[in-house]
């Protein structure tokens, strides 16, 4: 089994930052692509953004520019800094990884984090 644990989140006027925090542990032999995804209130869950293991990121259009996703493959962690936040960013945060758990297989399977509150406030 693996556990993403997420930290960082919480309330923060518009135009402020915070910084979002994963850590995978458990049976991890790699992980390709870890990132986060949101959903506010009686929305679908969206991406937010991804960054695999080869060192590529993608971004939702309405993030770009604010946002920047890095990641520690060593450490199984990805991070979430998050800058310029508008009341349209509030929403719950989910981590999510892609985790191949033994050599032994190519299988991968997606695991989500229990996810962490963001709230902007006007």
């Known amino acids: 089994q693996v556990q993403l644990v997420e930290s960082g989140g919480g309330l923060v006027q518009a135009g402020g930052s915070l910084t979002l925090h994963c850590t995978a542990s458990g049976s991890i032999f790699s992980i390709s692509d870890m990132g986060w995804y949101r959903q506010a209130p009686e929305k679908q869950r969206e991406l937010v953004a991804v960054a695999s293991s080869d060192g590529s990121t993608n971004y939702a259009d309405s993030v770009k520019g604010r946002f920047t996703i890095s990641r520690d493959n060593a450490a199984n962690t990805v991070h979430l800094q998050m800058n310029t936040l508008k009341p349209e960013d509030t929403a719950v945060y989910y981590c999510?990884?892609?985790?191949?758990?033994?050599?032994?297989?190519?299988?991968?399977?997606?695991?989500w984090g229990q996810g962490t509150q963001v709230t902007v406030s006007l």
């Open positions: 999510s990884a892609e985790v191949r758990s033994s050599p032994t297989t190519w299988f991968r399977n997606n695991y």
